[in-house]
């Protein structure tokens, strides 16, 4: 007989704008279906969500199977802050509209059904993956698939403060729109001990191999290997760095001049234009101002799923 979970499902009410707002109801209705015992996490903002959370992991570690996110990368920041360091494994049913965690761990992305089942099997071979840490003057937190503290982190920064258009269009149309106005930065970098200064366009630290809605900026990046890779572009013109955002997407970039990437454990960034203003943004989530230390925790997390 089929082994019973106790599953604590959180859904975020919002994901992908709303285009997967029954995506909770069927994913509930596929567990029970399976025989599974569901508890449904739900509520009406983010904070409210992690606090529903927070007290499910703390007060049920010892009955709880595993805790199920239902979203995109915000859901998963959630889930790993949660779980981190704990026994008790993650599952993910991608329904945002990046998903790039879900990339990263080989899920299902736009096939809730196919993602229900790899999280069940997941169960018979739970994987042990690496997650990154940063922390600033004012905050620590895990990350899944990247940090970004360059023109990746001011795009990001001008296309929350829309409300429209929605989806991936937004964050394509703040590139367009940044990119009139973006400089090179300078920065300082503590990378494994050693100092440097450099100017940069973009400067990411990824545990996996995309972010931004599937540009894969690190595709030979891996979830468990102890090591993050840390993502350069040097300073080129506009045109040259519009002309290389399609070919990210297909990996293609990584051997553009101006691209470098290296694998790292551990790595300081610390803007030198303290008027730039550029904020830290940790799997698409505002962390804060940079300077920001980041490293990796090998087995930080354990994950149910493909």
Known sequence: MAKVFQIAVAVNPRAAFGANSDAGAR???LLEAAGHQVRLLQAGSYPELAAQVSSAVQGDRAGLDALLMIGGDGMVHLG?????????????IPAG??????????????DLPAAVAAFLAGAQRPRTVDLGRVRNADSAEYFAA????????VVNERANAWSWPKGRSR???AILRELAVFRPLRY?????????ELEAMLVAVANGQSFGGGMKITPEARIDDGELDLFVVAPVSRWKLLTLFPKVFQGKHVDHPAVSIRRVRSVRIELLDRKAGVAGYSDGERLGA?????????????????
Do not use: H, K, M
């Open 27 to 29: 994913v509930v209705g």
């Open 80 to 92: 790993i802050n949660a779980l981190a360091g704990s026994t008790v494994p993650l599952g993910l």
């Open 97 to 110: 509209t990046g998903n790039d965690a879900a990339r990263s761990w080989g899920l299902p992305v736009g």
């Open 146 to 153: 990247a940090l970004s503290a360059g023109f990746d982190a």
């Open 171 to 173: 964050y394509n149309l």
């Open 188 to 196: 300082r970098l503590e990378v494994d001990g050693a100092a440097e």
């Open 290 to 306: 940079l300077p920001v230390q980041v490293e990796i925790v090998p087995g930080a997390l354990t994950l149910w799923g493909q």
